[in-house]
């Protein structure tokens, strides 16, 4: 099996570690937790800069959008966002700003948190979903062997359920037992 995208939450080792694995990988980190991420550290560092300036809110509101803008045009529009900031001292705003380009125009390549040409599964919600169904299957942590059956059995069922509504049957059927 060769996987041709990996979503991901922004961890650096699983995509790093992915890459080295699979080399034509696409690696796209989950927009959910880049707003995330970047709504704790706005509490973090600008909080009430923000909440109390309408101009230095449209600003953050703009940082946030910045996975569905055309990447050629982000590092001009976050240049112009920190011109403006200098210009009327909004030093908190510009803490938030030095962390966000340290982080995000850095750290990470722009075209695994962008989705400017292709807004399909922008999150990873649906593989967190499954792991947090997993994780209430089993009590304890399954060995090895039992993590298997459970998964081979939930992909025997996920597959009838597959079968069934392209049939066109999307309600299982209730079977009394009397």
Known sequence: VTPKILHCDFEKSISNASIKIFHNITIKYCVWHYKRLLEVQKNKLCYNEVENNHNIYLLYKAITNFPFINPEYIFDIYNHIKIICQIYNYF?????????????????????????????????NASESFNNYLNKLFYKKPSLYELIYHLKREESLSYNNYKRKIEGVWKKKNINKN
């Open 92 to 124: 908190n705003f510009l803490n938030f700003l030095e962390y966000f380009n340290k982080t995000y125009l850095y750290k990470y390549d722009i075209q695994y948190w962008n989705y400017y040409n292709d807004i399909n599964h922008i999150t990873n």
